[in-house]
């Protein structure tokens, strides 16, 4: 059994290098190489209760804060696993060479945007690249040692499939049903493998296998105005969503609160700078009015994401402010400032020509983090059998507002926890050496590797496996419609903005749906639309639109990242997932409620 | 302004290969290449100078904001990031495309980057024990753990070509830091490899320092990793391993 997993980004990272320390063969399937993953743009930091500030930090405070930040939606069971294995994933990083911010060889931390303690720890605001530099280098001792292989230039086409047979090999349920049962018991649909189209070549193949999607967020659905890479379309969430995946949470959408605009995309103004002594203000009667630290006196500019983008909007909107929200470095020491803000400092200066040391800058919000993704249980497995999902692509940690630095810890862990579950379900998995606190040693050639790996108690089994298949043509490994996708992210855009209501969503609804109908009639799937078997990417990307305006409107409170003018408060009533399947061909949300809290102390 | 674009098309496939020439105008003093291509290229209806529809253009790109490498290429016959290379710098007004000339071609301004890929495999750049943090930042390790494996220190480095020995400053860069972090054990097998492929081949001419686009400090690494390395020497930053 070779394991497929889709993206190589810290979450596709993670999965390869346990899924290796177990003894199991994976493919590292991505479309560019893991440095151009949207990983390598996180800056801000990682969080983790190591407690190396003398505040008397735990992985309870860090629960504690997790749940409040995402305003209690999150399932308290994740979280505490979160929160507890935190340091364990902190103190790897630091094994596997993390050159994170040091004193006395403890890491530094840092706080950041809704944390009461300093939890962060972080490498200038390159922490992602600086965390992704040393997984790959990771990552790279199992390619040597031929338990990774990788695909780059490889595009996700579709995920293959077969419906579950009983004891006797007959189909469990008949053609008819099994069309029903994608959409009401798709567990009776096993993933058999991946489809993947090489990108230099055109061609495609078929792999078999368990499949792991760590295919990150859906900021493509947002075209130039989301602050992460052009890699990450959310064609991979549309077309497993058409293939039966149940999907939660799409409605929670981070605005982040500072963001400037430059060419084809926003960019990033790490949260570190508020974490550092940033403040924000916006004019006031010719006055620069510092209006966070005078409504939130105790966390001032540092309240989670959600509250902060929401208090810009609103001051914005009122008629005695003028000009746009500033964020004011000014007051951060300057050796703070060269020491751990050197790399955000040049790049305000390149893109807005202004000192972020001497002069406020303005900022805006803008979309960053999908807190919503592909529904997986406590082991992370997705709603069809054998199918897996880790990192940003996945709805797991965050409830309805993730945290500044809790992505890449979810991420990291995500990834593990799928390759922990596939090593226990899988026959041929060895005691891990990472459990076992040990490592292979020299892995020079295949062979080498190989033995050096049995010496370390891990036996590589090399998989019989039937040799690869290639396909002539699939229709969806066409690429998605740029200007379609433009229209549609313009739509989205104006119905989900940070404040929203039933008006605005309904027309983005009714906008989609007639996109839909359009696509219908004159798409590729034209005339021969099979339910459950997509065969139009444009059309699956519609779909997945409509499933995130309608669990909008179907969430009739305000929560989180979910701000509604005509609902404002929270209710106790909608402490529950949003849940979107597809259905005969149609959208359905509805709702499942939270586990309980299983508070400790 | 308007701007003459000259660009160098190829498909592998098709075994052929020319220049199109087209033309872009913006005011706009911030507006990229990369961003100027993604344009053209989603515009079905975009004509080149001829009148002829330009269709889409391959070229990879990720981040668009210089921090993934993605988008290396020739501009102007220099090795540049695209998204970091503003329109308006070219005063002129005329600009030349053309993709990295060290690596195969795949189409357009897309080449095939895997041999960095295996270089970095043949060094065996991975570490051979754990290690706990220094006593203090190691800021030199936080630069060297910045590269972007874009390749444009081996575009215009005198002593690289694929195929040969030298595998270049790309694969130098995460070999170096392991010079200096490992202990002497496990240092062993780098060392051997680093002074093999990279050390000997290295001619210290620098031009990969002038043309990083993360703008590593590659001449500072070096010296530090051969004094290890080639003289025994331990630096200020081994110690604060130990
Ligand atoms: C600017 C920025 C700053 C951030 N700062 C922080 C921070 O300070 N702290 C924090 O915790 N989080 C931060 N985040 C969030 C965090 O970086 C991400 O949530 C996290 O890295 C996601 O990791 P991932 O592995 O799930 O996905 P990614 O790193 O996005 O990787 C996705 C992978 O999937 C591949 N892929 C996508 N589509 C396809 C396809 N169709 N076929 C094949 N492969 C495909 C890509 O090539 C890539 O390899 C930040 C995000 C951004 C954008
Ligand atoms: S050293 Fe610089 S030029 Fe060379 S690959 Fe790394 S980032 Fe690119
Ligand atoms: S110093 Fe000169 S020879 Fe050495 S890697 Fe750099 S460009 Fe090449
Ligand atoms: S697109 Fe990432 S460096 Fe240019």
Redesign the interface.
Not at chain 1, 123 to 129: H, L, R, Y
Not at chain 1, 516 to 523: A, F, M, S, V
């Given at each position: 059994m070779k394991v497929n997993i889709i993206g190589a980004g810290l979450a596709g990272l993670s999965c390869a290098i346990t899924l290796s320390e177990y003894g199991i063969e994976n493919r590292l399937i991505s479309l560019?190489?893991s440095?151009?993953?949207?990983s390598?743009?996180a800056e801000g930091g990682i969080n983790g209760a190591l407690d190396t500030m003398g505040e008397n930090d735990t992985p309870q405070d860090h629960f504690q804060d997790t749940m409040k930040g995402g305003a209690c939606l999150n399932d308290p069971e994740a979280v505490r696993v979160l929160t507890d294995r935190a340091p364990e994933i902190l103190s790897w990083l630091?094994?596997?060479?993390?050159?994170?911010?040091?004193?006395?060889?403890?890491?530094?931390l840092r706080k950041f945007g809704g944390q009461k303690k300093k939890r962060t720890a972080y490498?200038?605001s390159?922490t992602g690249?600086?965390i992704m530099?040393?997984m790959i280098?990771?990552c790279?001792?199992w390619?040597?040692a031929g338990l990774t292989q990788?695909f780059?230039?490889h595009r996700f086409v579709r995920l293959l499939t077969e419906p579950i047979t009983d004891r006797w090999g007959n189909s469990a349920v008949s053609r008819a049903d099994l069309l029903k049962s994608v959409d009401s018991r798709n567990a009776n649909i096993a993933v058999t493998g991946v489809r993947i189209l090489d990108t230099?070549t055109g061609s495609m193949t078929d792999f078999e296998g368990p499949v792991v999607l760590c295919s990150g967020g859906m900021g493509g659905l947002f075209p130039g105005q989301t602050t992460g890479?052009?890699?990450n379309s959310g064609s991979v969430t549309a077309t497993v969503f058409a293939q039966g995946v149940r999907l939660g949470n799409l409605e929670m959408i981070q605005y982040h609160p500072t963001t400037m605009k430059?060419?084809?995309?926003r960019?990033l103004v790490s949260e570190a700078a508020r974490g550092e002594g940033g403040r924000l203000f916006i004019m006031r009667d010719g006055r620069p009015w510092y209006f966070m630290d005078e409504k939130y006196p105790e966390m001032g500019s540092l309240m989670p994401r959600d509250v902060v983008s929401r208090e810009e909007y609103m001051v914005r909107e009122r008629e005695d402010t003028e000009g746009s929200v500033c964020l004011d470095m000014t007051g951060i020491p300057k050796k703070a400032f060269l020491?751990k803000l050197s790399d955000l400092r040049d790049?305000i200066m390149y893109?807005l020509n202004l000192d972020p040391m001497k002069d406020p800058i303005p900022v805006e919000p803008g979309i960053h983090y999908f807190m919503g993704g592909i529904d997986v249980d406590d082991h992370h497995r997705a709603s069809l059998k054998d199918l897996y999902a880790a990192g940003e692509c996945c709805c797991r940690y965050h409830g309805a507002n993730r945290l500044g630095g809790n992505s890449m810890l979810g991420a990291l862990l995500g990834g593990r926890i799928a390759a922990e579950s596939i090593a226990a379900e899988s026959s041929t998995a060895k005691t891990s050496t990472h459990a076992a606190g040990q490592?292979p040693?020299?892995?020079?050639s295949q062979a080498e590797g190989r033995t050096g790996a049995r010496r370390f108690g891990i036996s590589v089994s090399i998989s019989d496996e039937k040799p690869e298949k290639l396909v002539i043509l699939d229709p969806l490994g066409k690429k998605e419609d740029?200007?379609l996708a433009?229209q549609v992210g313009e739509i989205l855009q104006k119905g989900l903005g940070i404040i929203r209501d039933q008006q605005g969503m309904t027309e983005a609804e009714e906008k989609i749906k007639a996109l839909i109908q359009q696509d219908l009639k004159t798409g590729p799937a034209a005339g021969n639309y099979e339910i459950g078997v997509p065969a139009d990417i444009n059309l699956c990307r519609l779909q997945l639109a409509d499933a995130i305006v309608l669990s909008a409107l179907e969430r009739r409170e305000s929560r989180g990242a979910h701000t509604r003018s005509d609902f404002p408060e929270k209710s106790d009533e909608y402490k529950k997932m949003t849940i979107a399947e597809m259905k005969n061909g149609k959208v359905q949300v509805s709702f499942r409620p939270l586990r309980e809290e299983a508070v400790k102390g | 302004m308007k701007y003459q674009i000259d660009i160098l098309r190829s498909d592998k496939t098709a075994h052929i290969s020319y220049f199109q020439t087209f033309f872009y105008e913006t005011d706009d003093p911030s507006e990229n290449i990369l961003h100027m291509l993604q344009t053209v290229s989603d515009d079905p209806a975009y004509k080149d100078r001829d009148g002829n529809l330009l269709g889409e253009i391959g070229f990879e790109c990720s981040c668009l904001q210089k921090r993934c490498g993605a988008c290396a290429m020739r501009i102007n016959g220099e090795a540049k990031l695209a998204c970091g290379a503003r329109l308006s710098y070219y005063k002129k007004g005329r600009i030349r495309l053309e993709p990295l000339k060290k690596f195969p071609v795949v189409r357009d301004l897309i080449v095939d980057r895997s041999v960095m890929q295996d270089s970095l495999k043949k060094v065996e750049a991975f570490r051979q024990q754990e290690i706990s943090l220094p006593k203090e930042t190691d800021f030199l390790a936080q630069e060297a753990s910045r590269c972007l494996q874009c390749g444009c220190c081996l575009e215009v480095c005198p002593n690289y070509l694929e195929g040969e020995s030298f595998l270049g400053a790309a694969a130098m860069v995460p070999s170096a830091r392991l010079v200096l972090e490992e202990s002497p054990e496990a240092a062993e097998k780098v060392s051997k490899s680093y002074r093999k492929f990279l050390y000997e081949g290295c001619g210290k001419s620098s031009a990969c320092q002038d043309v990083c686009p993360a703008h590593l400090p590659l001449d500072k690494l070096w010296a530090h990793a051969n004094a290890a390395e080639v003289w025994h020497r331990k630096g200020r930053h081994k110690k604060a391993y130990e």
């Amino acid at each position: 059994m070779k394991v497929n997993i889709i993206g190589a980004g810290l979450a596709g990272l993670s999965c390869a290098i346990t899924l290796s320390e177990y003894g199991i063969e994976n493919r590292l399937i991505s479309l560019l190489p893991s440095e151009r993953a949207q990983s390598s743009l996180a800056e801000g930091g990682i969080n983790g209760a190591l407690d190396t500030m003398g505040e008397n930090d735990t992985p309870q405070d860090h629960f504690q804060d997790t749940m409040k930040g995402g305003a209690c939606l999150n399932d308290p069971e994740a979280v505490r696993v979160l929160t507890d294995r935190a340091p364990e994933i902190l103190s790897w990083l630091i094994r596997i060479g993390v050159p994170f911010q040091a004193r006395d060889r403890q890491p530094v931390l840092r706080k950041f945007g809704g944390q009461k303690k300093k939890r962060t720890a972080y490498a200038k605001s390159s922490t992602g690249k600086l965390i992704m530099s040393a997984m790959i280098s990771e990552c790279r001792r199992w390619e040597c040692a031929g338990l990774t292989q990788r695909f780059s230039h490889h595009r996700f086409v579709r995920l293959l499939t077969e419906p579950i047979t009983d004891r006797w090999g007959n189909s469990a349920v008949s053609r008819a049903d099994l069309l029903k049962s994608v959409d009401s018991r798709n567990a009776n649909i096993a993933v058999t493998g991946v489809r993947i189209l090489d990108t230099y070549t055109g061609s495609m193949t078929d792999f078999e296998g368990p499949v792991v999607l760590c295919s990150g967020g859906m900021g493509g659905l947002f075209p130039g105005q989301t602050t992460g890479t052009t890699l990450n379309s959310g064609s991979v969430t549309a077309t497993v969503f058409a293939q039966g995946v149940r999907l939660g949470n799409l409605e929670m959408i981070q605005y982040h609160p500072t963001t400037m605009k430059i060419p084809g995309k926003r960019c990033l103004v790490s949260e570190a700078a508020r974490g550092e002594g940033g403040r924000l203000f916006i004019m006031r009667d010719g006055r620069p009015w510092y209006f966070m630290d005078e409504k939130y006196p105790e966390m001032g500019s540092l309240m989670p994401r959600d509250v902060v983008s929401r208090e810009e909007y609103m001051v914005r909107e009122r008629e005695d402010t003028e000009g746009s929200v500033c964020l004011d470095m000014t007051g951060i020491p300057k050796k703070a400032f060269l020491e751990k803000l050197s790399d955000l400092r040049d790049e305000i200066m390149y893109y807005l020509n202004l000192d972020p040391m001497k002069d406020p800058i303005p900022v805006e919000p803008g979309i960053h983090y999908f807190m919503g993704g592909i529904d997986v249980d406590d082991h992370h497995r997705a709603s069809l059998k054998d199918l897996y999902a880790a990192g940003e692509c996945c709805c797991r940690y965050h409830g309805a507002n993730r945290l500044g630095g809790n992505s890449m810890l979810g991420a990291l862990l995500g990834g593990r926890i799928a390759a922990e579950s596939i090593a226990a379900e899988s026959s041929t998995a060895k005691t891990s050496t990472h459990a076992a606190g040990q490592r292979p040693g020299h892995a020079a050639s295949q062979a080498e590797g190989r033995t050096g790996a049995r010496r370390f108690g891990i036996s590589v089994s090399i998989s019989d496996e039937k040799p690869e298949k290639l396909v002539i043509l699939d229709p969806l490994g066409k690429k998605e419609d740029p200007a379609l996708a433009e229209q549609v992210g313009e739509i989205l855009q104006k119905g989900l903005g940070i404040i929203r209501d039933q008006q605005g969503m309904t027309e983005a609804e009714e906008k989609i749906k007639a996109l839909i109908q359009q696509d219908l009639k004159t798409g590729p799937a034209a005339g021969n639309y099979e339910i459950g078997v997509p065969a139009d990417i444009n059309l699956c990307r519609l779909q997945l639109a409509d499933a995130i305006v309608l669990s909008a409107l179907e969430r009739r409170e305000s929560r989180g990242a979910h701000t509604r003018s005509d609902f404002p408060e929270k209710s106790d009533e909608y402490k529950k997932m949003t849940i979107a399947e597809m259905k005969n061909g149609k959208v359905q949300v509805s709702f499942r409620p939270l586990r309980e809290e299983a508070v400790k102390g | 302004m308007k701007y003459q674009i000259d660009i160098l098309r190829s498909d592998k496939t098709a075994h052929i290969s020319y220049f199109q020439t087209f033309f872009y105008e913006t005011d706009d003093p911030s507006e990229n290449i990369l961003h100027m291509l993604q344009t053209v290229s989603d515009d079905p209806a975009y004509k080149d100078r001829d009148g002829n529809l330009l269709g889409e253009i391959g070229f990879e790109c990720s981040c668009l904001q210089k921090r993934c490498g993605a988008c290396a290429m020739r501009i102007n016959g220099e090795a540049k990031l695209a998204c970091g290379a503003r329109l308006s710098y070219y005063k002129k007004g005329r600009i030349r495309l053309e993709p990295l000339k060290k690596f195969p071609v795949v189409r357009d301004l897309i080449v095939d980057r895997s041999v960095m890929q295996d270089s970095l495999k043949k060094v065996e750049a991975f570490r051979q024990q754990e290690i706990s943090l220094p006593k203090e930042t190691d800021f030199l390790a936080q630069e060297a753990s910045r590269c972007l494996q874009c390749g444009c220190c081996l575009e215009v480095c005198p002593n690289y070509l694929e195929g040969e020995s030298f595998l270049g400053a790309a694969a130098m860069v995460p070999s170096a830091r392991l010079v200096l972090e490992e202990s002497p054990e496990a240092a062993e097998k780098v060392s051997k490899s680093y002074r093999k492929f990279l050390y000997e081949g290295c001619g210290k001419s620098s031009a990969c320092q002038d043309v990083c686009p993360a703008h590593l400090p590659l001449d500072k690494l070096w010296a530090h990793a051969n004094a290890a390395e080639v003289w025994h020497r331990k630096g200020r930053h081994k110690k604060a391993y130990e």
